[in-house]
């Protein structure tokens, strides 16, 4: 069974760091790509980054390229999303999800994790 667990989510200060990870199971990381995605109170989910199996990664927009680093250890079968310069507005459930190979839009993702909460706030 295909799965995706999110942790490292929490309280941070303004210009604080976290690192989340998405440590996946039942399926070989190294043939996936996985995307963060987020979603605030009230708003619709957006994409954050994406790593894809090759190792390519992409952000989502440009609002928090250079802030937020994506990357993936096929070993350990995880996908880390390294956050730094944190800013009230980030504070949001965010997601891991994966589909074969390329990154893509939202839709096309196929496994979903349950999600771990980012609060900003000081």
């Known amino acids: 069974q295909l799965q995706l667990v999110e942790s490292g989510g929490g309280l941070a200060r303004p210009g604080g760091s976290l690192r989340l990870s998405c440590v996946v199971s039942g399926f070989s990381l190294e043939y996936y790509a996985i995307g963060w995605f987020r979603q605030a109170p009230g708003k619709e989910r957006e994409g954050v980054s994406c790593?894809?199996?090759?190792?390519?990664?992409?952000s989502y927009a440009d609002s928090w390229e250079g802030r937020f680093t994506i990357s993936r250890d096929n070993a350990a079968n995880t996908v880390y999303l390294h956050m730094n310069n944190l800013k009230p507005e980030d504070t949001a459930v965010y997601y891991c999800?994966?589909?074969?190979?390329?990154?893509?839009?939202?839709?096309?993702?196929?496994?979903w994790g349950q999600g771990t909460q980012v609060t900003v706030s000081s």
């Open positions: 999800a994966a589909r074969e190979r390329f990154c893509g839009r939202l839709f096309e993702y196929d496994y």
């Open positions: 790593i894809a199996s090759s190792g390519f990664s992409t």
